[in-house]
Nanobody, 119 residues
C-alpha cells in the first residue's frame, strides 16, 4: 500500500507565501508524474501544477508566475512553493501521484491540506 502525506497548509495573509510538501511512502517501485490539485467550496477539483519524473512542469494559468512545483525523487516528495497568495487561492490542496508498483501503475491521492488566504 502507498500513502501520500501532505503538510504545510495554513492561514496566511494576501501577498504571503506557503510551501506545501507531499511525501509518498510504502510499496513504491517508481513515481512517474506528481501534482497538486485544489478544491474550493462549491467548485470542482482543479489541477494547480504537475511535474514529471524528469522535471517537466505544467501550471494552471491562474498560478503561473506565482507558484513553483518541484520534486525530490530520492525522497519521493513533491513540493509546491506558493508566493503572492490571493484570497481566491483558498482551497483544500491535494497531492496526486502516479506510482509504479509490481509492474503496474496506480494513481494515489493525499488526504488534503487546507490553505486559507485572508484579504
Amino acid at each position: 500500500q502507498v500513502q501520500l502525506v501532505e503538510s504545510g497548509g495554513g492561514l496566511v495573509q494576501a501577498g504571503g507565501s506557503l510551501r506545501l510538501s507531499c511525501a509518498a511512502s510504502g510499496s513504491i517501485f517508481s513515481i512517474r508524474a506528481m501534482g497538486w490539485y485544489r478544491q474550493a467550496p462549491g467548485k470542482q477539483r482543479e489541477l494547480v501544477a504537475a511535474i514529471t519524473r524528469g522535471g517537466n512542469t505544467d501550471y494552471a494559468d491562474s498560478v503561473k508566475g506565482r507558484f513553483t512545483i518541484s520534486r525530490d525523487n530520492a525522497k519521493n516528495t513533491v513540493y509546491l512553493q506558493m508566493n503572492s497568495l490571493k484570497p481566491e487561492d483558498t482551497a483544500v490542496y491535494y497531492c496526486n501521484a502516479d506510482i509504479l508498483q509490481d509492474f503496474a501503475g496506480y494513481n494515489y491521492w493525499g488526504q488534503g491540506t487546507q490553505v486559507t488566504v485572508s484579504s
